[in-house]
Nanobody, 118 residues
Framework: QVQLVESGGGLVQPGGSLRLSCAASGFTFSTYAMNWYRQAPGKERELVAGITSVGAIRNYADSVKGRFTISRDNAKNTVYLQMNSLKPEDTAVYYC???????????WGQGTQVTVSS
């Protein structure tokens, strides 16, 4: 059974930091690209950051470049999103995604709420 379990969300003040984690099980983690998406109220889900299966390539949305860092530990089947200098506009539900586009496979976590507010 495939599972992606996010953790680390919460309430943080502007300028603060959070580290999201996504623990994966039920599939061969090291063969999947991993992504973090987010969805704010009334908005479409958007890609925040992605990392290839062995971590060689990382990409980021322009809105988070220089503030967020995606990483993965294939030995622990876990992907991380370090979020620094958080802004109120970063408030959203953050979702972990595992993807093998060439096979048409994608899995989603249940999401974790991040709220940036004073």
């Amino acid at each position: 059974q495939v599972q992606l379990v996010e953790s680390g969300g919460g309430l943080v003040q502007p300028g603060g930091s959070l580290r999201l984690s996504c623990a994966a099980s039920g599939f061969t983690f090291s063969t999947y690209a991993m992504n973090w998406y987010r969805q704010a109220p009334g908005k479409e889900r958007e890609l925040v950051a992605g990392i290839t299966s062995v971590g060689a390539i990382r990409n980021y949305a322009d809105s988070v470049k220089g503030r967020f860092t995606i990483s993965r530990d294939n030995a622990k089947n876990t992907v991380y999103l370090q979020m620094n200098s958080l802004k109120p506009e970063d408030t959203a539900v953050y979702y972990c995604n595992a993807a093998r586009i060439y096979k048409g496979e994608a899995y989603w976590g249940q999401g974790t709420q991040v709220t940036v507010s004073s």
